[in-house]
Structure formats: structure tokens, C-alpha cells
């Protein structure tokens, strides 16, 4: 029995273990393989070893830091607006309310709609002229966004669509931490003469902090890599100026077919996350043990 | 009276405004679906207008006829059923077993290897896409059932291993040991004690797994390029790249695929969200 079961734990990960290492691992090293090569189209099975030619030719470029702010700038308006307007959703959805199950339902709605139908939808709605959107703001006196075909329209169209996405799931997090804070407290604090915003202030944002935190690192990295919104919104040949590092990644492999190029970029990235998520970790151990 | 309904503190202009504000932003978060209906009804010949009526005048169910019958949408039904549902499955079944290897052994490279799915989640599969390409091409599963059902693995069971070695964590041991004593083995505890029990973390786990792979893009659009293999996301988003996208049988595909997993979603969201939660309160 004892000799069996101290195989019995290996054998029991090595199926996810094995598709882990298939589908994660040696791809990892493969790309960081990858990005000292010329591999491209014309060079796909004879491809050299060109050393740091690649970093180089992507470190010195100018457009390499301007995508890489606007990755920075999109991240973080993504993420500030989404947990602002899910906390504050939350706070006004967690008291007696008639008809609030309704509500919430609805403010839910986007989480449940399959990302990439909403973001073909709001697209639709960002047409020139015939999209919801341009007939309303006409309708209020506004004309001449050019939506779609301003590339700094086009990624203020991108930050909404996104915003809009990530909404109910910051709401929902911070609608079950709220549901988990003991009344009592309130109560106290109603007795010794807090005021509605104080109570908040010194009650509700403290105590939500260590929730919300591990759903802040989340969303962050999911916002980082946010493909879909990008790719979809400005299509396979989208302009450069609306890309962030991975729609840039996705569009240099997939529809220019530049595959060393695009590992480097991969490469670089993971660096900048790999730095962001320690960083991060070591910062949220220093947020645990509120109630202590 | 009013206080049976509200807060006692919430005066009845902050009743007001709190009621304004969700009443807003809930037609914001449902109006780009009724966008979709709206257009999904319009004749082909009245798809550009500025009205902004929900029916509109001269409502048709065409495009809904075109979408389902002229397009081959029951072939893209099909490959989206065979790539999430035997993705899901095995998937689970992985993370099952290594859920509860987690929870209940101690060996060696176990702390290592839990931290490991957690990386796999920090950085996720857009940076490794390429590689991956590459890699399914060398083996031949471009276009190819294999090539979406194995990267789908690796996108679920991380999270899936997590959720469920938190739930195997609250189960107490009593259960299995005294199954051990009256002569089962691994297999049978597994199958017999451990899985019944965990039910409710097995569910979210399933639903989470066929959510994520049922409605993934990225991957799939690299992968199945031969339209008789697109999975309904691709073939949705190839609706809309021709330069005359014909946004009413768009919206026509998007309304049908999209409704039966709101339904799902919404009627679920309790159970779902309460899953999420279910293995936080322990290491």
C-alpha cells in the first residue's frame, strides 16, 4: 500500500501535468528559442541564428515604447473605470431596493454575452453614420467622430467596449465582499454619528481592499493581453497607432506571417509581466489581515 | 411604510438618484443586445437607417432564415459542440485527478507544481499563441479537430485544478479513510466517496470549462482557417470581415448563438459565483 501510494500522486497529475508542459511549457521555450532566429514566411524551415538582431531591431525602435505606453495607458484606464464603476454599482446595489434582483440581472448581462459577440456589436454600433451610436450623438449636436477611422477614436471606442466588458465582473466581487461585511460594524459607526460617505470611506473601502486586490492583479493582466477587443474592433490590418503589445503580436504572426519578430515581442512581455506580477505580489502581501 | 421597502437612513432623494443611476446603467449594459435585435429584424433593403425604434417598421424573420439555412450553420454548430464538449470533458477529468493529488498527498514538487498552474494563469495564452501555432502545424493539427481540443485543455485546467483541490481541501478525511479500512482502493474512493461530494465544485468547474472554450476566439481563428471547420466565434467574426458585411444576417447568427448561453449564464450566475468562491476560505 505505502509503496503504491507514493507513486499514486504523480500518476494521478501527469495527464494535466503532460498537456501543461505540451501546450505551455515547450511552446515558452520554443518562442524564447524563436526570437534569436529569422524565422518568417520565406524562411520558415531554413531559418538562422541571428543572435540579439531582433531585440535590437525592436528596442531601438521608437514605436516599440509608444505601443508599449499605450499598453500602459489602456491597461490602466481599463482597469481604474471598470473597478470604479463596479464598486460603485455595488454600493448602491447592496440595501433593501425593490426590484434590485432585476437590476443586478441586468447590469450582468454583459459578463454573460460571448465576448466576441459583444465586441462585433459595439463595432456595428461605432459605424460611421449608420452605427447607434453617431445617430445619437448627432441627435445631441455632435458630429464628426470619426469612430472607426481615427485611430485615437478608434481606441477610445476600443477603452469603452472594454470598460463595458469588465463592469459586472468587478461588480459582482465587490457584491459578495460587501454581502460578507458584518452589519454590526455599520451600526457602530451609525451610533457614534459616522455620515453616509464616511461610513464608506473608513468602513467599506478598507475592508473590501483584500478582495478586490487579487481581482485588481487579475483583471489587469487580463486587460494586458486583451486581444479580442483590439483585433476585432480594427480587424486583421488594424493601424498601428491603435495596437497594444499582444493585438501587435497577433497581427505580426497571424496576418503578416513575421514569426521571429513576433516571439521577440512575446519575449519582451512576459518580461514586463513577469516584473509587473512580482512586484504586485509582494505589494498584496502587505495588504493582507485587515480584521487584525 | 417606506421604511418596510428601504434603508431607514436613505432619505428619498438618495433613493432617487440611487435608482437613476442603476436604471442608467442598466440600459446601457443591455442596449448593445437590443442593437442586435433591432437590426437582426431589419429587411436587407432598410439596413441603413437611422431609426432607433427596437421593431422596426417592416420587421422580418429573413435573416434569421438566411443565417440558419443558407449559411452552413448547423456544420459550424457541430464543431463547436465536438471541440468544447470533449474539451470539457477531459479537461475535468484531469483536473480531478490532479485536484485531488493536491489536496490529499504530500510528495515531492507538489508546493512547485501547484505554483506552476498558478503562473500559467498570470500569463496567459495570447504570448504563447505563436509557438503554439508553430508547434500544431509541425504535428499536422491545422485544421484539425485535435488542434482546438488540446490547446483548450491547457486553457481550462489550471483554473479548474484550483477550484477543485480548494473543495477537495473541505472534505473531511474521515470519509475516505474509513473506505480504506473496509478494503477500497484509490479508484473506487475516488470514483464512489470523493466525486459525489464534490458535485457542487465539479458543476462550476464544467460550466466554466465549456463556457471558456465554447465561446474562444483567438485561438480558434488561427487554427480552423478551412470554413468547413470554423467553430461558430470564427465563423460569426468572418461574417463581418467581407468588405459588404451583411450586418443583418450578422446579428441574425449573433442573436441565435448568444441567447441560449445568456439563459444559461443568468440562471447560473448564483450557483457560479458562490463556486468561485468555494475553495478561497482555505490554503
Known amino acids: 500500500m505505502t509503496g503504491k ?31 534569436f532566429t529569422n524565422m518568417n514566411l520565406m524562411h520558415f524551415r531554413n531559418y538562422t541564428y541571428v543572435g540579439l538582431t531582433n531585440y535590437f531591431s525592436i528596442l531601438t525602435d521608437v514605436e516599440f515604447y509608444t505601443t508599449a505606453w499605450r499598453t500602459i ?22 440595501r433593501k431596493l425593490p426590484g434590485k434582483n432585476f437590476l443586478r440581472i441586468l447590469l450582468m448581462l454583459p459578463w454573460a454575452i460571448p465576448q466576441y459577440i459583444a465586441v462585433l456589436t459595439w463595432r456595428n454600433m461605432f459605424q460611421a453614420q449608420y452605427g447607434t451610436i453617431d445617430i445619437l450623438l448627432n441627435k445631441l449636436g455632435i458630429t464628426g467622430v470619426a469612430w472607426l477611422s481615427d485611430p485615437f477614436w478608434t481606441f477610445i471606442a476600443c477603452i469603452i467596449t472594454n470598460v463595458w466588458l469588465g463592469i459586472p465582473f468587478m461588480m459582482v466581487i465587490a457584491l459578495g465582499a ?115 | 411604510m417606506k421604511s418596510e421597502y428601504f434603508n431607514k437612513q436613505d432619505s428619498l ?41 427596437i421593431i422596426p417598421k417592416n420587421f422580418t424573420l429573413k435573416n434569421f432564415e438566411t443565417a440558419l439555412f443558407v449559411r452552413p450553420y448547423g456544420t459550424w454548430l457541430k464543431n463547436s459542440l465536438i471541440v468544447s464538449l470533449i474539451s470539457t470533458v477531459l479537461s475535468v477529468i484531469f483536473s480531478i485527478t490532479a485536484g485531488y493529488a493536491f489536496s490529499r498527498f504530500r510528495f515531492k514538487g507538489r508546493n512547485v507544481g501547484m505554483l506552476s498552474f498558478l503562473l500559467t494563469q498570470i500569463f496567459p495564452a495570447p504570448m504563447l499563441l505563436l509557438p503554439t501555432y508553430i508547434l500544431l502545424r509541425q504535428f499536422g493539427m491545422i485544421n484539425h479537430y485535435l488542434g482546438g481540443i488540446i490547446p483548450y485543455i491547457a486553457l481550462a485546467v489550471p483554473f479548474s485544478v484550483w477550484i477543485l483541490k480548494g473543495y477537495f481541501d473541505t472534505i473531511p478525511r474521515s470519509f475516505e479513510e474509513s473506505a480504506y479500512i473496509d478494503g477500497a482502493n484509490l479508484f473506487q474512493v475516488m470514483t464512489q466517496i470523493m466525486l459525489p461530494l464534490a458535485m457542487p465544485a465539479v458543476g462550476v468547474v464544467l460550466l466554466n470549462s465549456f463556457m471558456a472554450t465554447w465561446n474562444e476566439f483567438v485561438t480558434a481563428n488561427i487554427v480552423f482557417t478551412d470554413t468547413e471547420l470554423h467553430t461558430l466565434p470564427v465563423a460569426i467574426f468572418n461574417m463581418t470581415g467581407a468588405l459588404s458585411a451583411d450586418w443583418g444576417i450578422f446579428c441574425a447568427a449573433c442573436l441565435v448563438t448568444a441567447i441560449p448561453v445568456i439563459i444559461l449564464y443568468i440562471s447560473l450566475s448564483k450557483f457560479l459565483i458562490g463556486g468561485l468562491t468555494l475553495g478561497g476560505t482555505k490554503e
Open chain 1, 178 to 292: 460587501l454581502q460578507s461585511i458584518p452589519g454590526e460594524l455599520y451600526e457602530v459607526a451609525l451610533l457614534d454619528g459616522a455620515k453616509s460617505s464616511q461610513k464608506h470611506w473608513f468602513i467599506t473601502l478598507p475592508l473590501l481592499k483584500p478582495v478586490m486586490v487579487p481581482s485588481l492583479v487579475i483583471s489587469s493582466v487580463w486587460t494586458f493581453n486583451m486581444v479580442n477587443v483590439i483585433f476585432m474592433m480594427t480587424g486583421r490590418t488594424g493601424d498601428n497607432q491603435t495596437q497594444i503589445l499582444v493585438s501587435r503580436v497577433y497581427r505580426d504572426a497571424f496576418t503578416y506571417f513575421n514569426y521571429s519578430k513576433a516571439a521577440t515581442f512575446s519575449v519582451i512581455i512576459f518580461l514586463i509581466l513577469a516584473i509587473f506580477a512580482s512586484v504586485f505580489i509582494k505589494a498584496m502581501k502587505g495588504g493582507e489581515g485587515v480584521y487584525d
Open chain 1, 5 to 35: 501510494k507514493s507513486m499514486a500522486p504523480y500518476l494521478l497529475i501527469a495527464p494535466a501535468v503532460l498537456v501543461l508542459l505540451f501546450m505551455i511549457g515547450y511552446p515558452l521555450l520554443y518562442g524564447v528559442n524563436l526570437s
Open chain 2, 13 to 53: 432623494l438618495k433613493i432617487i438618484i440611487i435608482y437613476t443611476v442603476l436604471i442608467v446603467m442598466a440600459i446601457i449594459s443591455i442596449y448593445p443586445l437590443l442593437d442586435i435585435v433591432k437590426i437582426s429584424l431589419r429587411p436587407a433593403s432598410s439596413l441603413f437607417t437611422s431609426d432607433l425604434n
Open chain 1, 73 to 94: 495607458v489602456w491597461t490602466v484606464i481599463n482597469v481604474f473605470f471598470s473597478v470604479s464603476f463596479g464598486v460603485l454599482l455595488a454600493i448602491l446595489l447592496n
